[in-house]
């Protein structure tokens, strides 16, 4: 009852903000060369004769945040070209639970910042075991880890936060990962007052000196409505990062991967700022035919115009690096893969997973 409430409620969060656009088509390549897919059994993702329905639900978080919004206007692209296709973007917790959804077959795609951990049943799965049959299917954005202080802070760098008071954004958010990661590496975790504040309100909390530095994250590279906030309103600095530290972090965190923000994604960023982000994967298994992922993947990467009208955040989803972030230890699935070569920016580093027969 739970699952068609939220489903219901998705439905009509996809009705209102999709009407808001005014019925605006954007341009979209896929459209124009659509390719050949073969359906799927409903809400199991396999291989069907063509023609028949692809049913697919696609799990995602919480109800208006990026991944979901993303995923809205790519499930709108792909059933408006695809008439065969049913996509439906279902509200969830999040990263942990989806990756449970997938393992009892109960989503098709699966979005999550914690892959590997899945993968491997480690971290927030640790006693559960891994999903060996996970595949990755594509990478919707990163989320870029920066620090923030007021123009006027002393400081110059993150090397003396000892004592002061540090917010690393909300209770198991993936920045408060990340930074709590960071603070721990650099060996300042507990030696300065860390603090869960939620996004809005600390942007206020900065101004106001309630806290000395923010620990705050940029999706794909772009400010998220916060931090415009706090750019329009206060004048701020990134303070560098200690790279030196990176690799002992990706050491313990595996789903962490280097990136930089370049020049401009922020106002107070004037050149290139190396970093490191979790990243926004959508995982699937050996249910979903080659066909299918590839059809999927094809109108993500060339439905841009398209579904950038819908939402800004797909801003993000160029080809250049869809690679980047995505887990070595797990197979990218055949439909993705053949896509990816075709395109010219696959990677042997990568390996190729199977599909059921």
């Known amino acids: 009852m739970k699952k068609r409430v939220l489903s219901l409620v998705l439905s009509l969060s996809m009705i209102f903000s999709l009407a808001a656009c005014g019925g ?10 659509q390719a050949d897919a073969s359906g799927a059994a409903a809400g199991t993702s396999a291989s069907a004769p063509a023609g028949e329905s692809v049913n697919i639900t696609w799990a995602t978080a919480s109800l208006g945040g990026t991944v979901q919004m993303v995923a809205t206007a790519i499930a709108t692209v792909i059933n408006k070209y695809e008439p065969n296709y049913k996509i439906t973007v279902q509200a969830t917790g999040g990263s942990v639970e989806n990756i449970r959804l997938l393992k009892s077959n ?35 954005y990163g989320n870029e880890m920066v620090a923030l202080v007021m123009e006027d802070s002393p400081l110059a760098d993150t090397k003396s936060l000892e004592g002061l008071k540090v917010c690393i954004g909300p209770t198991g958010s993936g920045v408060s990962q990340m930074a709590t990661a960071y603070l721990k590496a650099l060996g300042v975790l507990d030696k300065c007052n860390v603090l869960n504040i939620s996004y ?17 994250f940029t999706s794909g590279k772009m400010p998220n409505s916060y931090l415009t906030q706090l750019e329009t309103s206060a004048a701020v600095r990134a303070l560098p990062l200690e790279t030196g530290l990176f690799e002992g972090i990706f050491a313990e965190q595996a789903d962490f991967g280097a990136t930089s923000l370049p020049a401009g994604s922020l106002k107070c960023i004037t050149e290139e700022y190396p970093t490191y982000a979790s990243f926004s994967i959508q995982f699937v298994d050996d249910r979903m035919s080659e066909d299918v992922a590839y059809t999927i993947v ?13 939402n800004n955040s797909c ?26 070569k075709e395109v010219g920016v696959w990677d042997d580093a990568y390996t190729i997973g199977t599909v059921k027969g």
């Open 24 to 33: 605006q088509n954007g341009s979209s390549s896929a459209a124009a060369s």
């Open 106 to 140: 109960e989503c098709d795609i699966a979005h999550t910042t914690e892959g590997v951990n899945g993968f491997r049943g480690t971290g927030s799965f640790e006693g559960e075991g891994g999903v060996e049959k996970m595949q990755t299917l594509v990478k919707l």
């Open 200 to 216: 809005n309100d600390s942007v206020d909390a900065l101004k106001d000196g309630t806290i000395d530095v923010l620990f705050a």
């Open 298 to 310: 094809k109108y993500i990467y060339e439905s841009y115009d398209e579904l950038c009208v819908y």
């Open 315 to 340: 801003k993000a989803l160029t080809i250049a690096d869809a690679l980047e972030g995505m887990p070595k230890e797990i197979p990218i699935h055949p439909g993705a893969a053949k896509y990816f």
